[in-house]
């Protein structure tokens, strides 16, 4: 039995049977590795270590893949919160990008070193002079924004450093999402604590808010979801979003 679990697994049937059961239990249930309390970034990089530390799942390639459609070749990027730089190593193999990174963690920012990328230890929650003395083709925020108070002044300050801004967020507007709700759960889009995100946008909301902001989105995608429903109504079968956003006015209008 133990020879056939290998086997069974990757079969057709039981992917989808698994998925399923996934997405159900997404529906009524918790994360078995679940706690309340402050997320210690280092810990979290601790334990992916021993399996996924450097390597895309196929969450992080959809995403990886979707990025490369929007940045050109040969761009000078700056990756804030570059993690582990599974994602930004993939940008420089496949696009042969100038790459620079920042995160916050000691250990993610070792191990980037160690696989060659130019990544520099500082918190994005600080003001932008503090990490970023250079101008770039793009800044890309990836799965970032939710985790800070106040991403307006962020990407306010950004606007001066890049000529794109290339932002991926989760969609609280996925059809999951609402039915969870209605279910009398909030929408789960943490993985170890729920203190994990601060901000929610769903797709209608993240248009508005870029706007107010000063920014035209010129390129949106729905890059995990419902099957080809989601390049049609992103809002509703889109579980997550990529949005490149450029200047649409100097600065953002007066409160």
């Known amino acids: 039995m133990t020879r056939l679990k290998p086997i069974l697994r990757r079969l057709p049937p039981y992917l989808w049977l698994a998925n399923r059961y996934r997405g ?7 994360p078995e590795t679940a706690r309340v309390g402050v997320t210690n970034y280092d810990d979290y990089w601790d334990a992916k270590a021993g399996s996924g530390l450097g390597k895309l799942s196929p969450f992080r390639r959809a995403r990886a893949e979707a990025l490369a459609r ?3 070749p040969g761009s000078r990027v700056l990756d804030l919160g570059v993690g582990d730089g599974a994602i930004l190593k993939y940008l420089v193999e496949r696009l042969g990008i100038e790459a620079h ?9 070792e191990y980037c070193r160690s696989i060659g990328l130019d990544v520099t230890l500082a918190d994005i929650t600080q003001p932008v002079s503090a990490f970023i003395d250079a101008s770039y083709d793009c800044i890309l925020m990836s799965e970032i924004i939710e985790h800070i108070p106040d991403p307006e002044v962020l990407l306010n300050d950004l606007r001066h450093h890049a000529s794109k801004l290339i932002v991926s967020v989760p969609n609280t507007g996925y059809h999951q999402h609402r039915l969870r709700l209605l279910l009398g759960r909030f929408p789960l889009q943490w993985v170890v604590t729920p203190g994990e995100h ?12 870029a706007a107010q902001l000063g920014f035209r989105i010129t390129h949106e995608i729905a890059y995990q979801g419902t099957p080809w429903l989601r390049k049609v109504w992103p809002n509703l079968f889109g579980e997550a979003m990529i949005y490149v956003l450029e200047h649409a006015r100097q600065e953002p209008p007066a409160p």
């Open 101 to 109: 990174g920042v995160d916050v963690s000691p250990k993610a920012v």
């Open 70 to 72: 929007v940045i050109p």
């Open 198 to 209: 601060l901000r929610f946008w769903t797709v209608a909301d993240f248009r508005w808010w």
């Open 24 to 30: 159900l239990r997404r529906l009524l249930a918790y």
